[in-house]
């Protein structure tokens, strides 16, 4: 697999993890399906091993995004993240608009929520959902 420091384009997506909670760890079911390997569950929940996402460590998050978005070699970066995300949006902004042009749409939604609506004594927040646009300099 190519590494971003040689992989070059017109268009880059991107959509990270935004908080603290592994993908592996809420799909090791179907990572050891798809890795076709023998598994022997272990602990409480019977996770198998997983990396643990810089994007899903708050002391790191930005970091990582930050060396991700200089070392890419596209000229359109479009970056989905929301407003509970790790990285807070005046710190996205500032990164993105250091390395070209940059806009922001942005989509408010119902909160997801996954316990019962009748149980719930307040209203729903909204997340709302960005699209950062950068087309980078150079």
């Not at 970056?79 to 070209?100: D, F, Q, R, V």
């Not at 316990?115 to 959902?129: C, F, G, P, V």
Request: with cysteine.
């Amino acid at each position: 697999m190519p590494s971003l420091n040689t992989l070059r384009g017109d268009i880059l997506y991107l959509d990270p993890p935004y908080n603290a909670r592994q993908y592996g760890a809420n799909y090791h079911l179907l990572n050891t399906i798809a890795l076709y390997e023998p598994f022997l569950p272990q602990g409480k929940t019977g996770l198998r091993p997983y990396y643990r996402s810089p994007y899903c460590q708050k002391n790191k998050a930005l970091a990582a995004l930050t060396d991700l978005l200089k070392k890419a070699r596209f000229r359109y970066i479009f970056l989905s993240y929301n407003n509970e995300g790790l990285i807070p949006l005046p710190e996205l902004t500032t990164l993105m608009k250091a390395l070209g042009h940059y806009e922001c749409i942005e989509q408010a939604y119902t909160r997801f929520r996954a316990d019962k609506a009748h149980l719930r004594q307040h209203k729903a927040s909204a997340t709302i959902e960005y699209l950062h646009i950068l087309e980078k300099r150079g």
